[in-house]
């Protein structure tokens, strides 16, 4: 039987992680062990892309640092 469960991101949480999925396409900062994991991260990724709308603007760059200021700010 398979589970599904949720989790909740703030939007500012959501874009930064989208944004760190995204890097796994360009870098290595983040290796990828096994094809089990890249599948998952992939999900995931396109879960947040539809989602989000941030992505799309112009100022994203400056969007992901407003995002991780508040972040951290919060916590």
Do not use: I, M, R, S
């Given at each position: 039987m398979r589970n599904n469960i949720q989790i909740e991101l703030t939007n500012d949480?959501?874009?930064i992680l989208f944004e760190r999925l995204s890097q796994l396409?360009?870098?290595?900062s983040l290796p990828v062990t096994d094809h089990?994991?890249?599948?998952v991260f992939w999900k995931i990724?396109?879960?947040?892309?539809?989602a989000l709308?941030?992505?799309s603007d112009p100022k994203y760059?400056?969007?992901i640092l407003e995002a991780k200021a508040r972040v951290e700010k919060e916590s």
């Open positions: 949480e959501a874009l396409n360009t870098t290595d089990a994991e890249e599948l990724h396109g879960q947040l892309e539809k709308v941030e992505p760059k400056d969007l």
